[in-house]
């Protein structure tokens, strides 16, 4: 415990055990997924860098104060919540940019399915009604 | 020779209107061909109308007017039709009615509307909502268009290649899709001309719209409209 509060400079021992845990077990759920491929390669990569972000931070919280300091803020966590409200609105317009993308693909899709149907004829032709089908 | 003419008609959960829409076109116009796109109907529409012996491509789920319209005009096009007429299949519009439409084809019309208000002789009746809402519209499209259009959503409409080829990929897929259309056949350069039709009750079904639904799709529509207008000159149709 004595190392864990050298580093966490200004961060109570609990506080910080707490961060590492949600960090860890977020890590850990997104290898999951990627490891199962569940998530397309693209964002695996997104999510593997934001938790990885996210770990130097629990590690050293004291990267956020010194940023905050670059950045001149003054109150470092607002450092930290506008990143992360950046980030999350920057992938919000990007997920409703895709999700258009694929309805546009999935309507075409329908569409030819449609023409196909069409070409295709009605799924159960009643027999009677074809004099050709005995022939089959 | 006439030029190929397929009639387009998007359905949803029309059985009941449907048989008798189709025998009328039939009786009206025999030598056209009919397509009926199913929007994804959960009734017998698709049914109902193979045994007319019409044309039927049932979409797998239901797209909209937008959609199923599209579809239609794909088809159109890929079969080598050189026009197409779109026709509701609730009974308001009359067959008889549509040789007006190609007739102004046959004028040099790339796109022809049949308008519920042009004309004297005129007595479609419609809520105090929907008036309202259809004139904010008439308005909107006369500042985007710089053209005053009687009828801005009429859903009686004929084309010619040209326009087919630009609406087969290009058909907006939202609400109030034939004011969007309109738009943007006039920014592709194609002529657009209307005229007077009238219209029936419909037989059956019930109208695709609701009032308390209106508002929140006006204020899509202006959004659509507008990035439409902005977009202007950038869908021309192949040179032909």
């Known amino acids: ?136 | 020779m006439t030029p190929r003419t397929l009639v387009i008609i998007p359905a949803l959960n029309e059985e009941d209107a449907l048989p008798g829409v189709l025998a009328d076109l039939a009786a009206v116009c025999p030598d056209l061909d009919v397509l009926v796109v199913d929007d994804g109907s959960r009734d017998r529409t698709a049914e109902v109308a193979r045994a007319a012996g019409v044309l039927v491509a049932p979409l797998p789920y239901n797209l909209g007017i937008g959609g199923a319209l599209r579809t239609g005009f794909r088809y159109a096009l890929r079969a080598g039709y050189e026009r197409a007429v779109q026709f509701d299949a609730d009974g308001q519009h009359d067959p008889s009615e549509i040789a007006k439409l190609l007739a102004l084809l046959d004028d040099g019309a790339d796109m022809a509307i049949g308008s519920r208000f042009a004309g004297e002789t005129n007595d479609y009746r419609v809520g105090l909502v929907r008036r309202r809402a259809m004139r904010l519209l008439h308005f909107t499209v006369r500042m985007l268009s710089g053209r005053n259009f009687s009828d801005t959503s009429s859903g009686f409409r004929a084309f010619n290649r040209d326009t087919l080829v630009l609406f087969a990929t290009t058909y907006p897929v939202d609400y109030m899709d034939s004011v969007e259309a309109l738009l943007l056949a006039v920014y592709g350069g194609l002529r657009v001309a209307e005229v007077p039709i009238q219209m029936r009750d419909r037989v059956a079904g019930v109208a695709s719209n609701r009032n308390f639904k209106l508002i929140y799709h006006y204020l899509r529509l202006f959004v659509v409209l507008i990035s439409s207008a902005s977009r202007r000159g950038r869908h021309t149709p192949e040179a032909s």
């Open chain 1, 1 to 136: 415990m004595t190392a864990l509060t050298t580093i966490a400079t200004g961060m109570p021992p609990r506080a910080h055990l707490l961060v590492g845990i949600v960090t860890v077990s977020s890590l850990l759920f997104i290898m999951r997924l990627v490891r199962r491929r569940q998530l397309r390669a693209k964002y695996s990569l997104l999510w593997l860098s934001v938790g990885v972000g996210i770990t130097l931070l629990a590690i050293g919280p004291s990267i956020l104060d010194t940023v905050s300091r670059r950045l001149g803020i003054d109150y470092p966590p607002a450092t930290f919540l506008l990143l992360a409200v950046t980030f999350l609105f920057l992938v919000a317009v990007h997920f409703s940019w895709e999700l258009s993308r694929l309805e546009d693909r999935n309507r075409a899709l329908a569409e030819e399915v449609a023409l196909l149907r069409m070409a295709v004829g009605p799924p159960h032709a009643p027999a009677s009604d074809e004099p050709d089908a005995h022939r089959v």
